[in-house]
């Protein structure tokens, strides 16, 4: 990365849980934030687009990015579905002044929180229940019944991570989750 020390807030939870739409929710109030877009191997969903949701690539490509060290972290998030953050992406949100907002897994979160990069702000999001998470996977209608039993079980390992985060926040309620994520991010913009 071409900045010294970019401040970065990380959002991480178990699929489902939120935090999109808290990323989404912080991006519409903060204009000082900028996405970082993540790179992905898997197929894109319905109304995603190159670039904007995600940099798509197949594996081969993908594993060309982790040859030449062009990732900042990576993960294999689901067997042949790998994410990642592209070093580029960092310094394009550092050099037009603005703080880096990643919404990615768990793990990824985990590898860049034990990274020591200084300026960073980490939130694991979380529902109140593994049922509560089912309901949402459910109403999302993106996910057979087999996927959404994976993504409850990788939920219930993934929950062990939390402690390794700055904060952790119980998104029940959005109105309650945005109000206290504005906090949090309000208060490290300010540092």
Known sequence: MQS???????????SGSG????????????????FSVSATTRAPRQHEA??????????????QLITEGKLLEYQEVYPGQFYGTLNAEVDRICSAGKT????????????????????VLSVY???????????RLIARG????????KR?????EELEYAKY?????TNDRLELAQKMISVLVEDFLAR
């Not at 409850?152 to 219930?156: M, N, Q, R, S, V």
């Open 19 to 34: 935090k999109t739409t808290l990323a989404q929710y912080l991006l519409a109030k903060y204009p000082e934030l900028d």
């Open 50 to 63: 190159n670039g904007i949701n995600y940099y798509f690539y197949n594996e081969n490509e993908f594993q």
């Open 125 to 135: 999001i979380k529902t109140s229940s593994l049922d509560v998470l089912r309901q």
């Open 100 to 119: 880096a907002l990643f919404d990615i897994d768990v793990k990824g979160a985990y590898n860049l929180e034990q990274s020591n990069l200084p300026n």
């Open 152 to 156: 409850l079980f990788k939920a219930k």
């Open 142 to 149: 993106t996910e057979s019944s087999e996927s959404i039993e």
């Open 165 to 169: 985060f700055d904060y952790v926040i």
């Open 4 to 14: 010294p020390s970019p401040k970065i807030i990380i959002l991480t939870a178990p």
